[in-house]
């Protein structure tokens, strides 16, 4: 199994009601995406000096699902709207063991 994690840094003018909008989207994602296991998102509570403001945790089979996943035209809609107001983006896709 793949595990992706993006979290992100917007523009002040990202709205709060936008955001929402935005995470409601990739919410969801699993039912439009059927490479995607599981996805998560939601907000920091922390917001220390490291904290990003959101984060995307989405599970996929393998490479292959996670690639469609990236070119699929559900996701391509919600970094239509991101795209414009983030400030960063950091990502990690890494192997997870199969449960026993």
Do not use: C
Not at 48 to 65: I, K, N, Q, R, T
Request: no cysteine; proline share 8%.
């Amino acid at each position: 199994m793949i595990r992706h994690v993006a979290v992100f840094r917007f523009v002040p003018e990202f709205s709060a009601e936008e955001r929402e909008h935005w995470m409601s989207l990739l919410r969801a994602l699993p039912e439009q995406i059927p490479q995607l296991r599981s996805l998560s998102v939601g907000a920091d509570v922390l917001g220390g000096p490291a904290s990003h403001e959101l984060a995307v945790v989405a599970d996929f089979d393998d490479l292959d699902a996670l690639a469609a996943y990236a070119r699929h035209p559900a996701h391509e809609e919600v970094l239509r709207i991101s795209a414009p107001v983030m400030l960063s983006l950091a990502t990690v896709d890494f192997e997870m063991p199969e449960a026993p």
